[in-house]
């Protein structure tokens, strides 16, 4: 039997099994156009919304299942356009905050004739690792 004739039962076994994958092309597609919390934020409703368990949309968008959970509080809230916004983070300060000026002013001084040396200074002083 060709695919057009397959029962609508036998193609949901062949996409269930391939769930993972289609979810993260999916997700792939969208972070062409939205950031990578929006994308999966977006699909990970979706899920919801289908009555997909918890576990396995975490799973298969990449969230932690507390955030799941938190998105389907959310959605039976009603605040479903507030989750279509991403904030500004967590509201901790920032570890890096005010480093890059501290950085250039530390270049600017001009004691660091090898690159190795300005990575093993970004270290000591800053805990920032690069490589050369």
Same mark, same amino acid.
């Given at each position: 039997?060709?695919? /057009?004739?397959?029962? =609508?039962?036998?193609?949901?076994?062949?996409?269930?099994?391939?769930?993972? /994958?289609? *979810?993260?092309?999916?997700?792939?597609?969208?972070? !062409?156009?939205?950031? $990578?919390?929006?994308?999966?934020?977006?699909? +990970? !409703?979706?899920?919801?919304?289908?009555?997909?368990?918890?576990? *396995?949309?975490?799973?298969?968008?990449?969230?932690?299942?507390?955030?799941?959970?938190?998105? /389907?509080?959310?959605?039976?809230? &009603?605040?479903?356009?507030?989750?279509?916004?991403?904030? +500004?983070?967590? &509201? /901790? =300060?920032?570890?890096?905050?005010?480093?890059?000026?501290?950085?250039?002013?530390?270049?600017?001084?001009?004691?660091? =004739?090898?690159?190795?040396?300005?990575? $093993?200074?970004?270290?000591?002083?800053?805990?920032?690792?690069?490589?050369?």
């Amino acid at each position: 039997m060709d695919k /057009r004739g397959a029962a =609508p039962r036998e193609d949901a076994v062949i996409l269930a099994a391939d769930f993972h /994958r289609i *979810t993260e092309t999916i997700i792939q597609f969208l972070q !062409m156009f939205l950031t $990578d919390t929006l994308a999966k934020r977006i699909v +990970s !409703m979706m899920l919801i919304a289908i009555g997909i368990k918890d576990d *396995t949309v975490a799973a298969s968008v990449g969230l932690s299942e507390r955030s799941i959970w938190t998105l /389907r509080k959310a959605m039976v809230g &009603g605040n479903i356009d507030s989750l279509l916004r991403v904030g +500004s983070g967590s &509201g /901790r =300060p920032r570890k890096v905050k005010d480093i890059e000026s501290a950085i250039v002013e530390e270049l600017d001084k001009n004691n660091y =004739p090898t690159r190795q040396q300005i990575a $093993d200074r970004l270290l000591e002083k800053f805990g920032i690792v690069m490589s050369v």
